[in-house]
Protein backbone atom coordinates (compact mmCIF):
# COMPACT_ATOMS: atom_id res chain seq x y z
CA UNK A 1 0.00 0.00 0.00
CA UNK A 2 1.31 3.22 -0.54
CA UNK A 3 2.09 5.61 1.88
CA UNK A 4 -0.08 8.55 2.98
CA UNK A 5 1.40 11.61 1.95
CA UNK A 6 1.22 14.45 4.47
CA UNK A 7 1.98 18.80 3.28
CA UNK A 8 3.73 20.01 7.01
CA UNK A 9 3.83 23.81 6.34
CA UNK A 10 6.47 25.26 8.47
CA UNK A 11 7.95 22.16 9.19
CA UNK A 12 11.46 23.57 9.06
CA UNK A 13 10.67 25.13 12.83
CA UNK A 14 10.89 23.81 16.24
CA UNK A 15 7.65 22.29 16.72
CA UNK A 16 7.04 21.81 13.18
CA UNK A 17 10.63 19.85 12.47
CA UNK A 18 9.89 17.65 15.57
CA UNK A 19 6.59 16.71 14.18
CA UNK A 20 7.93 15.52 10.69
CA UNK A 21 10.43 13.30 12.37
CA UNK A 22 7.22 11.77 14.27
CA UNK A 23 5.11 11.80 11.18
CA UNK A 24 8.02 9.71 9.11
CA UNK A 25 8.76 7.45 11.74
CA UNK A 26 4.78 6.45 11.73
CA UNK A 27 5.04 5.71 8.06
CA UNK A 28 3.67 9.11 6.70
CA UNK A 29 5.69 10.65 3.31
CA UNK A 30 6.11 14.26 3.88
CA UNK A 31 6.21 17.52 1.70
CA UNK A 32 7.70 20.37 3.71
CA UNK A 33 6.69 24.14 3.07
CA UNK A 34 9.01 26.65 4.12
CA UNK A 35 9.60 30.19 3.54
CA UNK A 36 12.99 29.72 5.97
CA UNK A 37 11.53 33.22 7.26
CA UNK A 38 12.92 31.65 10.73
CA UNK A 39 14.13 28.45 9.65
CA UNK A 40 17.44 26.54 8.06
CA UNK A 41 17.49 24.61 5.23
CA UNK A 42 19.90 22.20 6.85
CA UNK A 43 17.08 20.96 8.94
CA UNK A 44 16.15 18.78 6.32
CA UNK A 45 19.38 16.82 6.07
CA UNK A 46 18.88 16.47 10.78
CA UNK A 47 15.41 15.05 9.82
CA UNK A 48 17.16 12.92 7.00
CA UNK A 49 19.85 11.69 9.55
CA UNK A 50 17.36 10.82 12.04
CA UNK A 51 14.69 9.13 10.13
CA UNK A 52 17.16 7.05 7.23
CA UNK A 53 14.85 9.10 4.39
CA UNK A 54 14.45 12.43 3.44
CA UNK A 55 11.30 14.76 3.36
CA UNK A 56 10.19 16.58 0.34
CA UNK A 57 10.47 20.43 0.51
CA UNK A 58 9.69 23.52 -1.13
CA UNK A 59 10.50 26.77 -0.53
CA UNK A 60 7.25 28.97 -0.38
CA UNK A 61 5.84 31.39 1.04
CA UNK A 62 2.29 30.52 1.84
CA UNK A 63 1.12 34.45 0.87
CA UNK A 64 1.26 33.08 -2.39
CA UNK A 65 -2.28 31.98 -3.25
CA UNK A 66 -1.31 30.84 -6.87
CA UNK A 67 1.71 28.38 -5.83
CA UNK A 68 0.31 26.83 -2.89
CA UNK A 69 -2.96 25.98 -5.21
CA UNK A 70 -0.08 24.38 -7.81
CA UNK A 71 1.20 22.55 -5.32
CA UNK A 72 -1.98 21.47 -3.71
CA UNK A 73 -2.89 20.53 -7.27
CA UNK A 74 -0.22 18.14 -7.80
CA UNK A 75 0.34 16.96 -4.38
CA UNK A 76 -2.41 14.30 -3.46
CA UNK A 77 -2.24 15.16 -0.15
CA UNK A 78 -4.10 13.07 2.09
CA UNK A 79 -3.71 15.86 4.87
CA UNK A 80 -1.82 19.10 5.90
CA UNK A 81 -0.47 19.91 9.09
CA UNK A 82 -0.20 23.75 9.90
CA UNK A 83 2.30 25.70 12.00
CA UNK A 84 4.11 28.36 9.36
CA UNK A 85 3.09 31.42 10.91
CA UNK A 86 4.76 34.49 12.86
CA UNK A 87 5.25 33.88 16.81
CA UNK A 88 6.79 36.75 18.34
CA UNK A 89 4.05 38.04 20.48
CA UNK A 90 6.69 41.73 21.21
CA UNK A 91 7.04 42.40 17.34
CA UNK A 92 3.21 41.85 16.63
CA UNK A 93 2.44 44.33 18.67
CA UNK A 94 4.71 47.13 17.34
CA UNK A 95 3.71 45.30 13.58
CA UNK A 96 0.12 43.73 13.70
CA UNK A 97 -0.14 44.37 10.24
CA UNK A 98 2.40 41.78 9.24
CA UNK A 99 1.09 39.61 11.46
CA UNK A 100 -2.10 39.42 10.15
CA UNK A 101 -0.78 39.12 7.13
CA UNK A 102 1.47 35.88 7.42
CA UNK A 103 -0.53 34.39 9.66
CA UNK A 104 -4.16 34.97 8.21
CA UNK A 105 -3.40 35.17 4.57
CA UNK A 106 -1.49 32.41 4.65
CA UNK A 107 -3.98 30.16 6.16
CA UNK A 108 -6.68 31.58 3.99
CA UNK A 109 -4.71 30.25 0.60
CA UNK A 110 -3.91 26.87 1.81
CA UNK A 111 -7.78 25.82 2.84
CA UNK A 112 -8.62 27.38 -0.26
CA UNK A 113 -6.40 25.20 -2.31
CA UNK A 114 -7.67 22.27 0.15
CA UNK A 115 -11.45 23.10 -1.01
CA UNK A 116 -10.73 23.46 -4.35
CA UNK A 117 -8.66 20.10 -4.99
CA UNK A 118 -9.93 18.18 -2.41
CA UNK A 119 -8.11 17.53 0.21
CA UNK A 120 -10.12 17.52 3.16
CA UNK A 121 -7.81 17.49 6.56
CA UNK A 122 -6.37 20.30 8.15
CA UNK A 123 -4.62 19.81 11.87
CA UNK A 124 -3.72 23.70 13.00
CA UNK A 125 -1.33 25.22 15.44
CA UNK A 126 -3.07 26.91 17.85
CA UNK A 127 -1.75 28.12 21.85
CA UNK A 128 -3.35 28.22 25.12
CA UNK A 129 -2.79 32.23 24.38
CA UNK A 130 -6.66 32.49 23.37
CA UNK A 131 -8.01 31.80 26.94
CA UNK A 132 -5.64 34.96 28.66
CA UNK A 133 -5.92 34.57 32.28
CA UNK A 134 -8.71 32.29 33.02
CA UNK A 135 -10.56 32.82 35.91
CA UNK A 136 -10.54 28.69 37.43
CA UNK A 137 -7.56 26.41 36.98
CA UNK A 138 -6.95 24.38 35.45
CA UNK A 139 -8.27 25.10 31.43
CA UNK A 140 -10.57 22.92 29.76
CA UNK A 141 -11.52 23.24 26.38
CA UNK A 142 -14.68 24.44 27.46
CA UNK A 143 -13.21 27.34 29.52
CA UNK A 144 -14.05 30.82 27.76
CA UNK A 145 -11.65 32.61 25.21
CA UNK A 146 -10.62 35.79 25.77
CA UNK A 147 -9.44 38.87 23.96
CA UNK A 148 -5.88 38.86 22.97
CA UNK A 149 -3.51 40.42 24.51
CA UNK A 150 -1.64 41.03 21.44
CA UNK A 151 -2.22 40.34 17.65
CA UNK A 152 0.06 36.84 17.37
CA UNK A 153 -2.32 35.57 20.35
CA UNK A 154 -5.54 37.36 18.07
CA UNK A 155 -4.14 35.28 14.79
CA UNK A 156 -4.35 32.29 16.67
CA UNK A 157 -8.49 32.80 17.78
CA UNK A 158 -8.92 34.14 14.29
CA UNK A 159 -6.94 31.09 12.63
CA UNK A 160 -9.01 28.54 14.91
CA UNK A 161 -12.64 31.03 13.73
CA UNK A 162 -11.06 30.75 9.83
CA UNK A 163 -10.95 26.95 10.33
CA UNK A 164 -14.45 26.31 12.34
CA UNK A 165 -16.43 28.24 9.43
CA UNK A 166 -14.99 26.66 6.73
CA UNK A 167 -15.21 23.35 8.51
CA UNK A 168 -19.12 24.36 8.83
CA UNK A 169 -19.45 25.66 5.24
CA UNK A 170 -17.23 23.49 2.99
CA UNK A 171 -18.45 19.99 2.46
CA UNK A 172 -15.78 17.97 3.45
CA UNK A 173 -13.26 19.81 5.31
CA UNK A 174 -12.57 18.46 8.60
CA UNK A 175 -10.20 20.74 10.67
CA UNK A 176 -8.49 19.97 14.50
CA UNK A 177 -6.83 22.66 16.22
CA UNK A 178 -4.21 22.02 19.03
CA UNK A 179 -3.93 24.54 21.81
CA UNK A 180 -0.56 23.83 22.49
CA UNK A 181 0.80 24.90 26.15
CA UNK A 182 4.58 25.81 26.40
CA UNK A 183 6.75 23.34 24.49
CA UNK A 184 10.26 23.10 25.25
CA UNK A 185 12.70 20.74 25.20
CA UNK A 186 14.45 18.96 22.19
CA UNK A 187 14.57 15.39 20.22
CA UNK A 188 16.71 12.65 22.10
CA UNK A 189 19.41 12.89 19.42
CA UNK A 190 19.99 16.23 19.49
CA UNK A 191 19.72 17.13 15.73
CA UNK A 192 17.22 19.24 16.16
CA UNK A 193 15.86 21.54 19.02
CA UNK A 194 14.91 25.49 19.40
CA UNK A 195 17.12 28.16 17.74
CA UNK A 196 15.78 31.32 18.05
CA UNK A 197 17.47 34.20 15.78
CA UNK A 198 18.59 37.07 18.16
CA UNK A 199 18.05 37.48 21.34
CA UNK A 200 15.29 35.22 22.69
CA UNK A 201 11.35 35.80 23.98
CA UNK A 202 11.21 32.83 25.40
CA UNK A 203 12.44 31.54 29.21
CA UNK A 204 13.91 28.21 27.82
CA UNK A 205 16.15 29.34 24.89
CA UNK A 206 17.23 32.52 27.12
CA UNK A 207 17.99 30.61 30.21
CA UNK A 208 20.60 28.43 28.45
CA UNK A 209 21.81 31.58 26.62
CA UNK A 210 22.54 32.21 30.39
CA UNK A 211 24.07 28.85 31.53
CA UNK A 212 26.22 29.01 28.43
CA UNK A 213 27.81 32.49 29.38
CA UNK A 214 26.34 33.75 26.30
CA UNK A 215 23.89 36.23 27.83
CA UNK A 216 24.59 37.45 31.48
CA UNK A 217 21.70 37.43 33.43
CA UNK A 218 18.25 35.83 33.21
CA UNK A 219 15.54 38.86 34.18
CA UNK A 220 12.96 36.51 35.78
CA UNK A 221 10.21 38.81 35.14
CA UNK A 222 7.97 39.24 38.00
CA UNK A 223 7.95 37.59 41.91
CA UNK A 224 4.75 39.48 43.04
CA UNK A 225 2.71 37.29 41.68
CA UNK A 226 -0.15 34.76 43.56
CA UNK A 227 1.74 31.54 43.16
CA UNK A 228 3.82 29.74 45.73
CA UNK A 229 6.94 31.97 44.83
CA UNK A 230 5.67 34.87 43.58
CA UNK A 231 6.80 34.01 40.07
CA UNK A 232 4.67 33.25 37.02
CA UNK A 233 3.12 29.50 36.42
CA UNK A 234 3.15 27.60 32.90
CA UNK A 235 2.17 24.39 31.63
CA UNK A 236 5.59 23.18 29.93
CA UNK A 237 5.47 20.45 27.63
CA UNK A 238 7.48 18.24 25.79
CA UNK A 239 7.99 19.01 21.93
CA UNK A 240 8.34 15.46 21.59
CA UNK A 241 4.84 15.13 23.17
CA UNK A 242 3.29 17.72 20.98
CA UNK A 243 4.82 16.19 18.20
CA UNK A 244 3.13 12.81 18.49
CA UNK A 245 -0.15 14.39 19.24
CA UNK A 246 -0.21 15.31 15.63
CA UNK A 247 0.40 12.35 14.31
CA UNK A 248 -2.53 10.85 16.47
CA UNK A 249 -4.56 14.10 15.43
CA UNK A 250 -3.50 13.11 11.64
CA UNK A 251 -4.98 9.45 12.30
CA UNK A 252 -7.97 10.18 13.36
CA UNK A 253 -9.02 12.30 10.98
CA UNK A 254 -7.59 9.76 8.17
CA UNK A 255 -9.55 6.96 9.57
CA UNK A 256 -12.81 8.49 10.19
CA UNK A 257 -12.84 8.79 13.56
CA UNK A 258 -13.54 12.78 13.91
CA UNK A 259 -16.66 13.22 15.59
CA UNK A 260 -17.36 16.95 14.49
CA UNK A 261 -16.29 18.63 11.49
CA UNK A 262 -14.18 21.08 13.42
CA UNK A 263 -12.58 20.02 17.13
CA UNK A 264 -10.13 21.32 19.08
CA UNK A 265 -7.67 20.15 22.07
CA UNK A 266 -5.56 20.99 24.86
CA UNK A 267 -2.16 19.74 24.64
CA UNK A 268 -0.37 20.49 28.02
CA UNK A 269 1.15 18.36 30.51
CA UNK A 270 -1.42 19.09 33.05
CA UNK A 271 1.60 20.41 35.96
CA UNK A 272 2.28 23.93 36.36
CA UNK A 273 5.82 25.08 37.16
CA UNK A 274 6.72 28.49 38.17
CA UNK A 275 9.95 29.81 36.44
CA UNK A 276 12.23 29.65 39.61
CA UNK A 277 11.46 26.45 39.73
CA UNK A 278 11.66 25.92 35.99
CA UNK A 279 15.28 27.62 37.20
CA UNK A 280 15.82 24.95 39.60
CA UNK A 281 15.02 22.10 38.00
CA UNK A 282 17.14 22.89 34.85
CA UNK A 283 20.22 23.47 37.52
CA UNK A 284 19.61 20.25 39.36
CA UNK A 285 19.43 17.97 36.44
CA UNK A 286 22.21 19.29 34.39
CA UNK A 287 24.31 20.59 37.13
CA UNK A 288 24.75 24.03 36.28
CA UNK A 289 24.47 27.48 37.84
CA UNK A 290 22.30 30.05 36.05
CA UNK A 291 22.63 33.53 37.10
CA UNK A 292 19.32 35.17 37.46
CA UNK A 293 17.93 38.79 38.43
CA UNK A 294 14.38 39.39 39.65
CA UNK A 295 13.23 41.87 37.28
CA UNK A 296 9.69 44.15 36.92
CA UNK A 297 7.05 41.94 35.59
CA UNK A 298 6.44 41.74 31.45
CA UNK A 299 3.93 43.52 29.72
CA UNK A 300 0.96 41.34 28.53
CA UNK A 301 1.52 38.37 30.80
CA UNK A 302 -0.61 36.09 33.20
CA UNK A 303 -0.21 35.14 36.12
CA UNK A 304 0.02 31.04 36.07
CA UNK A 305 -1.97 29.06 33.77
CA UNK A 306 -2.19 25.05 33.14
CA UNK A 307 -3.66 22.76 31.57
CA UNK A 308 -6.29 20.02 32.05
CA UNK A 309 -5.55 17.00 29.71
CA UNK A 310 -8.11 14.67 30.18
CA UNK A 311 -10.30 15.59 26.71
CA UNK A 312 -7.04 14.74 25.03
CA UNK A 313 -6.59 11.69 27.21
CA UNK A 314 -10.16 10.29 26.58
CA UNK A 315 -10.86 11.50 22.45
CA UNK A 316 -7.33 10.98 20.97
CA UNK A 317 -6.05 8.57 23.95
CA UNK A 318 -2.34 11.28 23.96
CA UNK A 319 -0.88 12.42 27.60
CA UNK A 320 2.47 13.56 28.13
CA UNK A 321 4.86 10.61 28.50
CA UNK A 322 8.35 12.81 29.06
CA UNK A 323 9.00 14.18 32.57
CA UNK A 324 10.33 17.90 33.39
CA UNK A 325 13.30 16.40 33.70
CA UNK A 326 13.40 15.14 29.98
CA UNK A 327 12.57 18.44 29.16
CA UNK A 328 15.72 19.93 31.15
CA UNK A 329 18.73 17.30 30.23
CA UNK A 330 17.40 17.36 26.24
CA UNK A 331 17.67 21.34 26.02
CA UNK A 332 20.41 21.20 27.09
CA UNK A 333 22.04 18.29 25.62
CA UNK A 334 20.54 20.24 22.14
CA UNK A 335 22.24 23.72 23.26
CA UNK A 336 25.37 22.27 24.06
CA UNK A 337 25.41 20.65 20.21
CA UNK A 338 24.50 24.44 19.13
CA UNK A 339 27.70 25.89 20.51
CA UNK A 340 29.67 22.95 18.87
CA UNK A 341 28.77 23.82 15.49
C1 LIG B 1 7.37 31.73 30.24
C2 LIG B 1 7.49 32.36 31.60
C3 LIG B 1 7.69 34.75 31.54
C4 LIG B 1 11.57 35.00 29.60
C5 LIG B 1 4.62 32.80 24.90
C6 LIG B 1 3.43 33.17 24.04
C7 LIG B 1 2.58 31.99 23.79
C8 LIG B 1 3.35 30.86 23.18
C9 LIG B 1 4.65 30.61 23.89
C10 LIG B 1 4.46 30.94 21.01
C11 LIG B 1 6.67 33.64 31.75
C12 LIG B 1 8.94 34.13 32.10
C13 LIG B 1 10.39 34.54 30.17
C14 LIG B 1 12.55 35.61 30.42
C15 LIG B 1 11.12 35.22 32.34
N1 LIG B 1 3.47 31.08 21.79
N2 LIG B 1 10.18 34.65 31.51
N3 LIG B 1 12.29 35.67 31.77
O1 LIG B 1 4.92 34.00 27.73
O2 LIG B 1 4.10 31.74 28.52
O3 LIG B 1 4.16 32.25 26.12
O4 LIG B 1 5.34 31.81 24.17
O5 LIG B 1 5.06 30.83 20.19
O6 LIG B 1 1.52 32.36 23.00
O7 LIG B 1 2.70 34.17 24.72
O8 LIG B 1 6.30 31.89 27.29
O9 LIG B 1 8.66 31.28 27.47
O10 LIG B 1 8.03 33.69 27.01
O11 LIG B 1 7.60 32.73 29.25
O12 LIG B 1 10.95 35.31 33.56
O13 LIG B 1 13.59 36.07 29.97
O14 LIG B 1 8.86 32.76 31.79
O15 LIG B 1 7.37 35.93 32.21
O16 LIG B 1 6.18 33.68 33.04
P1 LIG B 1 4.82 32.56 27.50
P2 LIG B 1 7.72 32.41 27.69
Not at 77 to 101: C, I, M, Q, R, T
Not at 201 to 210: E, K, T, W
Not at 283 to 299: C, H, M, P, Q, S
Request: net charge negative.
Amino acid sequence: MSKKKILVTGGLGYIGSHTVVELMEAGYEVHIVDDLSNAEENVLDRIEQIVGSRPMFTELDLKNEQAVEALIAEGSFDAVVHFAASKSVGESAENPLLYYHNNLLGMVSLIAGMKKHGVSNIVFSSSCTVYGQPDVLPVTEQTPIKPAESPYGNTKKVGEDILRDSARAYEGIQAIALRYFNPIGAHSSSLIGERPKGVPNNLMPYLMQVATGEREVLSVFGDDYDTPDGTAVRDYIHVVDLAKAHVIAVERQLNGTQKESYEFFNLGSGSGYSVLEIIQSFEKVNGVKVNYKIADRRAGDIEKIYADNSYAKSELGWEAQLSLDDMMSSAWQWQQKLEQN
